[in-house]
């Protein structure tokens, strides 16, 4: 009897009837898996984390020795490639007569990658016949962690410009720059491509020469907690308020503010004092703030005594379309609304001098001005979405004040929760089918 009542209970697993036991099982791993995807969940195994996450919808491409291999890059697309320790990469761009077009470049070493002060990227757009439309580039600085860094390029339609006008085909070029000894392994690229078409009407040629330069005061209040993104992809979205985390060393964290015209942005990156160690740890924490397109804009860095310390971006001026003219590089990348990036960096040193952590952290931000009407496109911006032509409201500060986030972080929130409440619910439903069906077969 019992070996036939084992053969039996062996039928029914095949037959699809599950033991409880082994539906219990189940839930907990869908559980477990839903909570991973969801914003502020463990995106991380144990262990060395990884040092950026990639988008998930990322199309991969080669990178080129010349222009004649050169892989299309198309405006509204993410891509992954490889940057070797030397040379040049190429990919190309077809592009009309009336749009810009914006590449941002993200480089990430591997893990344990030897990194110099001076290593960096170069990232530069040339027309078809070798003429420089634009170039910029972004080294790690005295902060020697392998992170990700990024670097953009532009064509830029203009009045005041000769080059880089006309029609079709342009080359993006990446390629590493820093010291003779700085690593031979490659580094992994995301490649983000977007465009932004012209004006309807004329407007204005020149920067904005009045704005309030001034520091306010940093906002107070208790936090709220926000994991943060471990790339652009799965940046966090954050609002007018406190906010905290923990970090561990080595780790980057990705947050996103959403920013309409005429909104200017203050933030604040506070490292929490520690008893663990001593002595100086150089560059130890970085905010880093990018524009919608991925543009960088500016940075502060701190090094880190065990006392509590803070990086403090400087004084940006509200978002408007005629930034754009302005001289310096953090001025000039004010130039669209959506959601600018803040990113913040604890360097792997400060573990040889203050132990792992985690350490706290937390992020000041405030959005002040009020939202002005769009510059009146004569087109939809690629991808849609991510540099917005309205003049809505969506990048107010939130009504119940400091340490509340704004509206968008919200609804992230509440997007997840029902995400993860509807896939227990057919978990479960699942179960109870299984359970009747189990019930009937005895």
């Not at 110099?116 to 910029?136: F, L, N, Q």
């Not at 080595?250 to 909104?263: E, I, N, Q, S």
């Not at 350490?359 to 009407?373: H, I, N």
């Amino acid at each position: 009897m019992r070996r036939r009542t084992a053969r039996w209970r062996r039928a029914r697993v095949r037959r699809g009837h599950l033991p409880a036991r082994a539906c219990v099982a189940v839930v907990g791993a869908l559980l477990l898996c839903t909570t991973a995807a969801l914003p502020g969940g463990p995106a991380l195994a144990a262990g060395t984390p990884s040092p950026y996450a990639f988008a998930p919808e990322a199309r991969s491409v080669p990178g080129a020795a010349g222009t004649a291999d050169a892989a299309r890059l198309t405006p509204g697309a993410t891509y992954r490639s490889s940057l070797p320790s030397d040379g040049k990469t190429y990919y190309s761009l077809e592009l009309d007569a009336a749009s810009d077009a914006y590449v941002s470049v993200t480089a990430v070493p591997a893990v344990g990658s030897t990194i110099r002060p001076g290593d960096g990227i170069r990232v530069s757009v040339e027309d078809s016949d070798g003429r420089s439309c634009s170039s910029s580039s972004k080294t790690f600085g005295i902060v020697h962690t392998p992170r990700p860094i990024a670097a953009w390029g532009a064509r830029e339609i203009s009045v005041k410009r000769s080059r880089c006008q006309a029609a079709g085909t342009y080359y993006v070029i990446v390629e590493r720059v820093g010291t003779a000894t700085s690593a031979p392994d490659a580094w992994d690229l995301e490649l983000f491509a977007a465009s932004e078409p012209p004006r309807r009407q004329t407007g204005a040629t020149a920067a904005p020469e009045a704005w309030d330069s001034a520091s306010p005061a940093p906002l107070t209040g208790d936090a709220t907690h926000r994991e943060g993104g471990s790339g652009f992809a799965s940046a966090e979205t954050i609002g007018n308020g406190v906010w905290s985390t923990d970090v561990e060393p080595g780790r980057t964290l990705f947050y996103k503010v959403p920013l309409d015209w005429g909104r200017q942005l203050y933030a604040t990156a506070e490292l929490g004092s520690s008893n663990s160690g001593q002595g100086n740890a150089g560059g130890a924490l970085n905010l880093s703030l990018f524009n919608p397109v991925r543009g960088f804009v500016d940075d502060d860095g701190v090094t880190y005594d065990g006392r509590q310390k803070a990086a403090e971006l400087d004084p940006l001026p509200p978002v408007t379309y005629e930034n754009r003219y302005a001289g310096p590089a953090p001025l000039s990348a004010m130039r669209f609304a959506g959601s600018y990036y803040l990113v913040v960096h604890l360097a792997a040193e400060v573990a040889e001098k203050y132990g792992d952590g985690p350490f706290p952290l937390t992020l000041r931000v405030r959005v002040k001005g009020a939202a002005q009407p769009g510059p009146g496109y004569a087109g939809e911006p690629q991808p849609q979405g991510v540099i917005e032509a309205g003049a809505g409201d969506w990048g107010a500060p939130a009504a119940a004040g400091a340490g509340r986030g704004g509206d968008a972080a919200m609804t992230v929130l509440a997007v997840s929760g029902i995400g993860a409440g509807t896939l227990v619910l057919a978990v479960l439903g699942m179960w109870t089918l299984m359970a009747r069906r189990r019930a009937g077969a005895l």
